[in-house]
């Protein structure tokens, strides 16, 4: 496809990073009204058991299939209606795995007091329901991705959140005692909008990409041609579909089998690695739902310090991990040798992981620092008095703060290799994975009883030093072979380091003295020194923003050309 992938990869992050700013303040608004007028253990049910049942669902679903459909541009025998095929199996699927996770979440998980059951029945329910539905709509979906259609993905990404919240919102407020009723209603009303949206832009935008290529065949006036269809049909001669009919399942010719042999071994690696993964990712949500160690009102306590702790790492690591991810599966193929591949490739993709860990990892240094002096502020902001009483709430999110850095580099850095291992490496790391996630339970479930929520957190920090070691081992390892490493300059420079621990004393003098006093001025000397951090940060790596503003430039240039 003639198109700059990585300038679409940090299109794609840009515009993901400001959905999630938008997503998450919307969510916490809707949590902190929880809080504040209905009440923790309902926040408990929805926040953590039925949104984990959701997770649970779609991960299992659709997250093996769909990384392997990314994955088949360098699958020479793997055609679009074997994709189409296999990214219509995510439906099935989630229709049977329904059967087991709702007798599960009904059944044997813990008891839900019978004052909610009724209405955590009926969530659980229309989780499942939403779920199906969604997947209904992820050839579309996949496609947008494949062809960079960015700007459909936030608008549909804001729409679902705007609706689903909207709904909710509306229901509550007229009936405070149905709040999991309203949480169910909404979720199924949004997944309807992810269906409607995207089959409705394709509806639109296939016929006039058709008509557009009629016309070119008569007029050779592009530029003509582009004031009346505008620039988003140039570069289409791939484009497979001739009607929205043929995103559905044998539709599009095919000589060959309806299911494609290579993509089969890859997606069974990947689901293996994927039910470990979820373990891993969710394995605190699945200790408290399956041993009481927590009551409802304080999983919601945990969940939202949780929420509030993940920020970064929902906001800005996630849009970068899944951006850098569909970058390195784009740029560097699975099953051949890097001294084999595209050299200026290979290289642009070392200099990219080295850039884009070097920045993750800094961002993860300033929450550390700086959330061990405002975590209290912003909980006390957010929740109230009542909801910081005890302290558990401030020490969570200090210790969450540690928790953040290692976040940041274990999104990226196993984010390359998921993108570049081969079936055989996979399946070898699954066998890792198995070990940390058992590790990870055991530790969850023993530290928990022994010092409370926070043992949660030094789990997941334990987790993912794992995971960090094996990933790291991995990139020096691949990239030892064609003599780069680009984990010689991943790691911030020391005058950010020294500015930031200097930073960090000063915010704790802040602290101290203007403790009870004045919560504004104490503020504005955190915004003072996270400023003074950013641009030591700036000053110190000019050469990296020079190469993405000349990258940016480059992009706008060619873009005016193509206009002219």
Known sequence: MARNILASSLQNASFSIIFQIFCRCVTFAINAFIVRSVGRDVLGITNVRLLLLESTLLFLSKEAIFRAALSSKHNKHCNWAQLVNQLWITVPICCILSLPCLYVWLKWLSAVEDNFYVQYRFGCYAIAFSCIIELVAEVPIFVSQVFCFVKLKVVMDTSHIFIRSFVFIIIVLLNKNITIYAFGIAQVISAVTIIVGNYTFFYMYIPRLLHYRRELKKNDDKYELRKIYGKHYENMDDFPFHSIRDMFPGVLPNSNPAFNAD???????????????????????????????????????????????????????????????????????????????????????????????????????????????YSGTILLLYGGADFVEGGLPEILLRWHSLAIVLLALNGITEGYMFATNTSKEIDTYNYYMAVFSVAFLMLSYQLTNWIGPVGFILANCCNMGFRISYSLYYIRTNFQKIGCNPLLSFFPGPIFLVILIVCGFVCKISESYFNGHSVLYHILVGVLCVNISLLTWSFENRQLLRTGINKYRERKLSLSCDSN
Do not use: H
């Open 263 to 373: 993509l089969k071994t890859l997606i069974f690696s990947f689901a293996k690695q994927g039910i470990l993964k979820q373990i891993l990712t969710e394995g605190e949500k699945y200790v408290m739902s399956v041993s009481p160690v927590l009551t409802f009102s304080e999983q919601a306590t945990y969940d939202v310090v949780n929420n509030m702790g993940s920020l970064a790492a929902r906001f800005i690591f996630r849009p970068i991990e899944d951006s850098s991810y569909f970058y390195f599966t784009q740029t560097i193929a699975r099953d051949i040798d890097l001294c084999e591949q595209n050299r200026d490739k290979v290289n642009e993709a070392c200099l990219v992981l080295s850039y884009v860990c070097k920045t993750v990892t800094s961002i993860g240094l300033l929450g550390l620092v700086f959330g061990q002096t």
